[in-house]
């Protein structure tokens, strides 16, 4: 099965120094890369996605993330981290391997942004 | 705000008990997920449909069922609850079927069994 790992469970950051939430994969084949954000009380929001071609992703909230196949990663980037950005940040996967599509998560890491 | 609602936010119920959790996905999306939130397993895939169809399941216990209907509404029903599945249920939609659409979640329908 596809997996991807989130080896953070908290990742801690002064406000305007930038940020790296990591994530790497384990995937048959090209993998559809996926990063969402929950924050406090609140369902899933979707950040960004790779599928293919520029290996650098820009998505919302001024997050990027890039695709690093030798390395097997897909980190979550900030240049300059916001107290606002402190949420619960999950890597996804798609998994194609049971014959029907299904995203697979990470198990999150928590991002605290201190002022 | 996503669009999605589920409800209801909160659900405390004893074990052996049945619930239903209720999802409206967003204006013009045909696809609907459930996924289950919980401390010791994680955010898991538990069921797809699409267009009234399922599409794909995942995780889902057999005590559990779902479905989703003309409107496009779907319903999560959780039977002989045990303790373990106190968990967040979060309903997501999405337009078309595929898993690599952006999926819309709703604020989730928090169950307690007791």
């Known amino acids: 099965a596809q997996s991807v790992a989130q080896p953070e469970d908290q990742v801690n950051v002064a406000e305007g120094n930038p940020l790296t939430v990591k994530c790497t994969y384990s995937?048959?084949?090209?993998?559809?890369l996926f990063w969402y954000v929950q924050y406090p009380n609140r369902g899933l929001q979707f950040l960004l996605k790779?599928?293919?071609?520029?290996?650098l992703v820009k998505g919302s909230y001024g997050f990027e993330a890039e695709f690093n196949k030798s390395q097997t990663s897909f980190h979550l980037k900030k240049p300059s981290a916001l107290v606002s950005d402190s949420a619960l940040y999950f890597c996804?996967?798609?998994?194609?391997?049971?014959?029907?599509?299904?995203?697979?998560f990470g198990t999150g890491t928590r991002l605290l942004v201190s002022p | 705000d996503s669009g999605v609602t589920q409800t209801p936010k909160h659900l405390i119920t004893a074990t052996g008990q049945r619930v239903t959790l209720r999802c409206s996905p967003r204006?013009?999306?045909?696809?609907v997920y459930w996924y289950q939130q919980s401390l010791d397993q994680g955010l898991q895939f538990l069921i797809q449909?699409?267009?009234?169809?399922?599409?794909a399941k995942g995780n889902i216990l057999e005590r559990f069922s779902a479905q989703q209907f003309p409107d496009l509404h779907s319903e999560l029903n959780l039977s002989s609850l045990e303790l373990g599945d106190s968990a967040l249920y979060f309903c997501?939609?999405?337009?078309?079927?595929?898993?690599?659409?952006?999926?819309?979640f709703g604020p989730g329908t928090r169950l307690t069994v007791l």
């Open positions: 997501a939609s999405s337009v078309e079927g595929a898993v690599y659409n952006e999926q819309f």
């Open positions: 995937v048959s084949g090209n993998p559809y």
């Open positions: 790779y599928i293919t071609g520029d290996n």
């Open positions: 996804a996967v798609r998994d194609i391997t049971e014959g029907f599509q299904k995203l697979v």
């Open positions: 204006s013009g999306d045909l696809s």
């Open positions: 449909y699409y267009n009234g169809e399922e599409r």
